[in-house]
């Protein structure tokens, strides 16, 4: 290989091995969730603008407790999705996705116990 070749090789694993010590190990980023928790049949505005969904836990089970989610400021227009509760519904269900207008529930039927996890 011709010495030009080389020497720009080496000068540039060097720089690249200084900037590396310079910026330290990587870092891990963590993404944490607001929360709205959610104890009566009731509709809330959880966030008036664009968002992540990431997380609806059902806490407590309520039979015939129905939980609409909509991409909305208001309980219509586009759902992204419709729950309902059964004797033994219990537990997180995972969404992870983008709401652009805003996040919107509506609970009806029975008081139920829920925590809505988003961004």
Known sequence: MPKRFLLALSSLLWVSAAFAQTIGP????????????????????????????????????ASGEVITLFDSLTPSGQAIAVITEGSTTQGCFYYNVVFKTGLTIVTTVAAGDLTILFQ
Not at 26 to 48: C, E, G, M, R, W
Not at 50 to 55: K, S
């Open 26 to 61: 990587p870092q891990i980023v963590s993404f944490a969730f607001n929360y709205n928790h959610i104890t009566s049949d009731t509709t809330t505005l959880v966030k008036a603008t664009t968002g992540l969904l990431g997380n609806v836990c059902i806490n407590g089970t």
